[in-house]
């Protein structure tokens, strides 16, 4: 059992400092193309999780199993041509 907590910590403290320089990743200076105001905006979106579980996996079904799925990835593309058009495309 403390072997599984030790895990566990481990993952909520890698988690953390994973986290700290996500929401400064967000803002950044777009592409500016051209005087006129011009831009563009890449973005990158994913979804990862993990799954543990100790239900008697291995060849002496007394192992226990951790999955690590990495899922929802979206690429963005958002831009500006003047101040009335722009566009957004996300591909899934």
Known sequence: MKIKS???ILLIVFAALLSIGI???Q???PFVIG???????????GQLYGVWRDTGSG???TSGTANIYF??????FWGH???KYGAI???E
């Open 6 to 8: 030790g895990y566990i």
């Open 23 to 25: 929401p400064n990743a």
């Open 27 to 29: 803002a950044f200076k």
């Open 35 to 45: 005087d006129q105001g011009v831009f563009l905006k890449l973005d990158f979106q």
């Open 59 to 61: 060849a002496d079904k």
């Open 71 to 76: 899922r929802r990835n979206r690429l963005t």
């Open 81 to 83: 041509g003047t101040d």
């Open 89 to 91: 495309v996300q591909i």
